[in-house]
């Protein structure tokens, strides 16, 4: 293994593997701390949810997942969290890293949550979401992590004890060679952790190279374009130009969505428009009663007869405060991602065999309520939504998953996903 990358959240691991994929790495993600051994891959990608868990159950888990990615013998360790920074002043991001800094007894590393190819650019160590700073972004109303500073540079120093410094622009534009001097300098000036700019492809490519032979980078899920170019040139890897096969796989196709995000919304209105079958979630019948997990399943399975079946409890955010008012945040997302791991469990139980799933939380329920153990990645959807071969625990037939983050795909995502599969159907 080359690579071993620690994953805050399940959506954002299908994210940094497809790009390591894209590159020509073999990569395959496992779901959860590893109980046994790691398969063979030039990387692993360990998904865990510890974004907005207590900072020392965060540490704690991703210094376990450390263990099994270095006994495995990874040269590099990534530490993989949102590409709009989704943190609190408790953590995660600093804590985690503090930690696997220690662990790994580096003195240096980067962070550096850009993705261009989604709109997410770091400049002058400000995180900007499409053409706004992220604090006018939506991400200024996140419920658990609400980020009202661009400024990472601030943001980090107020989760560390370590000193946060800034590897500018104008250092990664003069290429690898000037961006690893420029670290080596702040390294010198008792930086430990350097917000890196970055604003397009380019400039990944380049903190790849620069920071390739670092123990440990720290970013979203766009550093990770720039790594596998960087293995090749040091020898370490030759890059497959089938890393993202997929044995095609037969079978009905359906969605579930869970993921209220602006893109999703966009993405279950469109699908509604073109005259998709679908089911709807209500949350508030559920709660009642009046409607329950196995009936929303067997009027999907109903549906699926017709063709691929969208079941969605996405609504607008004045319909999901409503709800979260009627129930509790808490207790009304659970409820939701119960419900729609039942339906998902049953569809697949009724033969459903390429099944995209919308949200993180929401994919985190669904993985686990079909008992999946291990992804392998495939083909890329949109950036940073690629298709996966789910192997589970009980074995069996090959099943494809698409596990999409909320804020990501275009509002055709669904259909464009299901179409990718189809030849094979
Ligand atoms: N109609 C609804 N009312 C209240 N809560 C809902 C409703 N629909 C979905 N939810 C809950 O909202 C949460 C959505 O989170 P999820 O992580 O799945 O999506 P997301 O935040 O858009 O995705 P990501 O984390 O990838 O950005 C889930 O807990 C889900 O159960
Ligand atoms: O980096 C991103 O934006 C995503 O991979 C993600 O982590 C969403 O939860």
Not at 35 to 53: C, F, M, N
Not at 342 to 366: F, I, M, N
Not at 388 to 408: V, Y
């Amino acid at each position: 293994m080359i690579l071993g990358v620690i994953a805050d959240d399940f959506t954002g691991a299908t994210d940094v593997a497809s790009m390591l994929v894209r590159a020509g790495m073999r990569t395959v993600q496992v779901l959860g701390v590893p109980q046994g051994p790691l398969p063979e891959a030039d990387a692993v990608v360990v998904a865990l949810k510890t974004r907005t868990i207590a900072p020392e159950a965060a540490v704690e888990q991703s210094l376990a997942a450390l263990a099994a990615l270095r006994a495995a013998g990874a040269r590099q360790i990534y530490f993989k969290y949102c590409s709009t920074f989704d943190s609190t002043p408790r953590g995660n991001i600093g804590p985690v890293t503090d930690a696997l800094m220690r662990a790994l007894d580096t003195d240096l590393t980067i962070a550096c949550p850009a993705f261009p190819e989604n709109g997410r650019t770091v400049f002058k160590g400000h995180l900007f979401v499409g053409d706004a700073l992220l604090s006018d972004s939506g991400m200024r109303q996140h419920p658990l992590t609400p980020m009202t500073d661009a400024n990472l540079v601030r943001v980090l120093q107020a989760q560390t004890a370590q000193r946060v410094g800034l590897l500018r622009h104008d250092a990664v534009a003069m290429g690898a060679d000037a961006a690893r001097e420029r670290l080596k300098g702040l390294q010198a000036e008792g930086v430990r952790i350097a917000i890196a700019d970055a604003v397009d492809n380019d400039d990944l490519l380049t903190l790849g190279e620069a920071c390739a032979d670092l123990p440990l980078i720290t970013a979203g899920s766009g550093v990770a374009l720039g790594l596998p170019p960087a293995y090749a040139r040091r020898g370490w890897l030759q890059p497959d130009a089938q890393a993202a096969a997929l044995p095609p796989v037969r079978g009905a196709s359906a969605v579930v969505s869970g993921s209220c995000s602006q893109a999703t919304n966009a993405q279950v209105a469109h699908w509604l428009q073109a005259g998709g079958a679908a089911v709807q979630v209500d949350p508030l019948a559920l709660h009642q009663g009046t409607d329950t997990a196995q009936m929303l399943l067997s009027k999907a399975k109903q549906a699926l007869n017709d063709g691929p079946v969208l079941v969605y409890a996405t609504a607008a955010p004045d319909r999901v405060g409503a709800v979260q008012q009627a129930l509790g945040v808490q207790a009304a997302g659970e409820l939701v991602e119960q419900a729609l791991a039942h339906v998902a469990r049953g569809l697949v139980d009724a033969g459903v065999r390429r099944l995209v799933v919308a949200g993180g939380e929401t994919s985190g329920a669904v993985v686990q309520a079909l008992d999946v153990t291990q992804l392998r990645i495939g083909p890329s959807i949109c950036p940073g939504v690629p298709w996966t071969g789910a192997r589970t625990a009980q074995g069996g037939d090959e099943l494809l998953l698409a596990l999409k983050s909320g804020n990501f795909g275009g509002p055709d995502f669904f259909r464009e996903a299901l179409a990718m599969t189809e030849v094979a159907a």
